[in-house]
Nanobody
C-alpha cells in the first residue's frame, strides 16, 4: 500500500518560514519524481516544485528564490523549505509521486496558513 504522509504545515506570520516533509512508503522512492502542489480555496491545484530522480528541480515562478525542494532517498522523504512566506502562499500543500509524466500518488495534504 502506497502512502505519502505530509507534515510540517501550520500557521506562520508573513515573512516567516516553514519546512514541509513528506514520508513515502510502498514505492521505490528513488525512482519517482517527487513534487509539491498546493490548492487554495476556489483555485485549481498548482505545481509548486518538483525534483527528479537525479535531483534536478523545477519551481513555479511565484516561489522561485523563496522555496527549496530537496529529497533524501535514504529516508524516503521529500522536503519543501518555504521562506519569506506571503499571504498568497496559504493553501493546502500536497505531496506527489510520479513514475512518468503524470502523478501516480498523492498525499492527504497539509494546511499552510500565512497571517499578514
Amino acid at each position: 500500500q502506497v502512502q505519502l504522509v505530509e507534515s510540517g504545515g501550520g500557521l506562520v506570520q508573513a515573512g516567516g518560514s516553514l519546512r514541509l516533509s513528506c514520508a513515502a512508503s510502498g514505492i521505490i522512492f528513488s525512482l519517482h519524481v517527487m513534487g509539491w502542489y498546493r490548492q487554495a480555496p476556489g483555485k485549481q491545484r498548482e505545481l509548486v516544485a518538483s525534483i527528479t530522480r537525479l535531483g534536478s528541480t523545477n519551481y513555479a515562478d511565484s516561489v522561485k528564490g523563496r522555496f527549496t525542494i530537496s529529497r533524501d532517498n535514504a529516508k524516503n522523504t521529500v522536503y519543501l523549505q518555504m521562506n519569506s512566506l506571503k499571504p498568497e502562499d496559504a493553501a493546502v500543500y500536497f505531496c506527489s509521486a510520479a513514475w512518468g509524466t503524470e502523478v501516480d500518488y498523492w498525499g492527504q495534504g497539509t494546511q499552510v496558513t500565512v497571517s499578514s
